[in-house]
């Protein structure tokens, strides 16, 4: 833990790491340590990232900052790396819905962003919706450079499917639960870049 000073962030980051890959050396826990190293050279000087291999996960975290949904640190997560904001809590009912953002690729660059709805609801709620299709939208703009609405309203028209645009793979995808009293459904807004492995949970 001293390798890392009074970061508390990063004391707590060192623990989640020890947690998933539970070393049983001192090899081991000096690879933890070596890695998180490599992590904060790279918040504090993040690397050019080539437009063809995903964009870098330090801009992608605050692409959705005005919209109060900032990821949190980029981290190595089982075979993948991983970022998610905390949820975004709305008001629709008795209880509340959720939006969170999240990022998923490799140590270098993400290839995957995925907006979500949780809507604590039965049937589709109005204003909560649009404001998942607004964010989309600011999302792909964000992702790709241009105008993303004439995209994101094709796909809020069939209410699911998959386009694509630009070389990306635009999945929107909706589930729903319960019944018409007591239940629910979400929404999943998925930007997967060229140089993603496909092999994501949607």
Known sequence: MFAFGLSRDYVQ???????????????????????????RKRER??????????????????FLADQDLVARDYHRSFDEWFAQAEPRRFK??????????????????????????????????????????????????????????AVVAALAAEGRGEHQFNGFRIVLARNAWGDEKMGGYGRRFVICHPADNGQGDY
């Open 92 to 149: 629709t009912g008795i209880f509340d819905s959720t939006m969170t953002y999240s990022l998923t690729g490799n140590a270098l660059a993400a290839t995957r962003l995925k907006l979500a709805l949780d809507a604590r609801f039965p049937g589709d709620t109005d204003g909560v919706d649009r404001l998942f299709y607004e964010f989309a939208e600011t999302l792909l703009h964000h992702a790709n450079g241009e105008d993303a609405r």
């Open 45 to 62: 000087h993040p690397p050019a990232i080539s437009p063809d291999a995903g964009w870098s996960p330090y801009a992608a975290q605050a």
């Open 13 to 39: 980051r060192w623990k989640r790491r020890m947690t998933l890959d539970e070393p049983t050396d001192r090899a081991g826990v000096d690879a933890v340590i070596r890695e998180l190293r490599e992590v």
